[in-house]
Antibody
């Protein structure tokens, strides 16, 4: 069974940092691009970042470039999101998800999701 | 950025109804569109990809159609489990973008 379990969310003040983790199991982690998606009631779903199998290709939404960093540990089947200089508008539920699989020609996006972790940025 | 516009934002329907949700892209995305279903307190679930390909395990009453800028998701006969929020996603180019969602509610 595919499992993605996020952790690391919490309440922080503007300007502070937080590191999200995602533990993957039940599938071959190294075969997948991975990504982060966030959700708020006001803005809905927003793709945040994705990373390829070996970490050499990374993409970010403009609003987090220079502040967030996605990374992965293939030996430990884990995905990370380092979030620096947090802003009130970064408040959201953050989901870890499989982004695509190259052997599937990357036809799909986000076929497996974690349960999400809540990040609240407030003074 | 490619803007994705879904309509309607809310749809009231009864069990057994045929319902259709539309998603329009601000520029051509070929067939690079996916549909997701989300229930309260849960993560989204992939239903459809490449505009019209049903994800493994998704019920066959769901179908997708379209290419270019206009796409539809149709539920042939609405079931109690289908009352949820639905989102489209374009993955033709970065930044990949979601539509604003359509709530399918009980009439």
């Amino acid at each position: 069974e595919v499992r993605l379990v996020e952790s690391g969310g919490g309440l922080v003040q503007p300007g502070e940092s937080l590191r999200l983790s995602c533990a993957a199991s039940g599938f071959t982690f190294t075969r997948f691009f991975m990504g982060w998606v966030r959700q708020t009631p006001e803005k809905g779903l927003q793709w945040v970042a994705n990373i390829n199998e070996d970490g050499t290709e990374i993409n970010y939404v403009d609003s987090v470039k220079g502040r967030f960093a996605i990374s992965r540990d293939n030996a430990g089947s884990s995905l990370y999101l380092q979030m620096n200089s947090l802003r009130v508008e970064d408040t959201a539920i953050y989901y870890c998800a499989t982004y695509c699989e190259r052997s599937d020609k990357c036809l799909r996006r986000f076929d497996y999701w974690g349960q999400g972790t809540l990040v609240t940025v407030s003074s | 950025d490619i803007q994705m516009t879904q309509s309607p934002s809310t749809l009231s329907a009864s069990v057994g109804d045929r319902v259709t949700i539309t998603c329009r892209a601000s520029q051509s995305i070929n067939v690079w569109l996916a549909w997701f279903q989300q229930k309260p307190g849960k993560a989204p679930r992939l239903l459809m990809y490449k505009a019209s390909t049903l994800q493994n395990g998704a019920p066959s009453r769901f179908s997708g159609y379209g290419s270019g800028t206009e796409f539809t998701l149709t539920i042939a006969s609405l079931q109690p489990d289908d009352f949820a929020r639905y989102y489209c996603l374009q993955y033709s180019s970065y930044p990949i973008t979601f539509g604003g969602g359509t709530e399918v509610e009980i009439k």
